[in-house]
């Protein structure tokens, strides 16, 4: 299914629409070139859930641009209930805190501005429900977060 991510953009603009609208692009689907692996570097063992988002997002800020190639495909499986993207424990909340935190950096390296804080908090909203029913411990530490991204 197409979405606002389906189409050349600059790096800001790609993680600004991520951010604000939600979306993604599987790493299976990129064809990044060797000088670009090296720049970004090997994917972050801390993480146990978003780890390829977080990578996607590093990889989009050391690009120059971002080319969408219509014809490119890939087969994705879903519905795996074992999946780390389903699991809610303290280890996995954390992890995806980090990942959500590397991210939000990833993109204000690029442009620091009221613009990219504001996609920033967008992202950081997508997400409040999700930790708000989790243990407090997680909760609190969204808080910190949010509190830490928040300066628009």
């Known amino acids: 299914m ?3 991510l389906w189409r050349d953009l600059s790096p ?5 629409d991520k951010f604000t609208q939600a979306v993604g692009m599987n790493p ?6 060797r000088k670009l692996t090296e720049e970004a570097g090997s994917w972050d063992e801390r993480l146990i859930r978003d780890n ?3 990578y996607v ?7 120059q641009e971002v080319k969408f190639v219509a014809e490119g495909m890939s087969y994705y ?5 074992r999946s780390l993207s389903t699991s809610t424990s303290d280890k996995t909340c954390e992890s995806l805190l980090l990942s959500l935190d590397l991210c939000i950096q990833h993109l204000l390296t690029l442009d ?3 613009r990219t804080r504001k996609a920033c908090v967008t992202l950081l909203q997508s997400w409040l429900p999700f930790f708000i029913r989790r243990r407090r411990n997680v909760s609190v530490n969204f808080g910190l977060l949010l509190r830490r991204w928040v300066r628009i």
């Open 112 to 114: 620091d501005t009221a």
């Open 57 to 63: 997002c590093r990889l989009v800020a050391k690009s």
């Open 52 to 54: 390829d988002g977080e």
């Open 2 to 4: 197409p979405t606002s």
């Open 77 to 81: 499986r879903v519905g795996n209930s």
């Open 12 to 16: 800001t603009d790609w993680l600004m």
């Open 28 to 33: 299976a689907v990129w064809l990044v070139s």
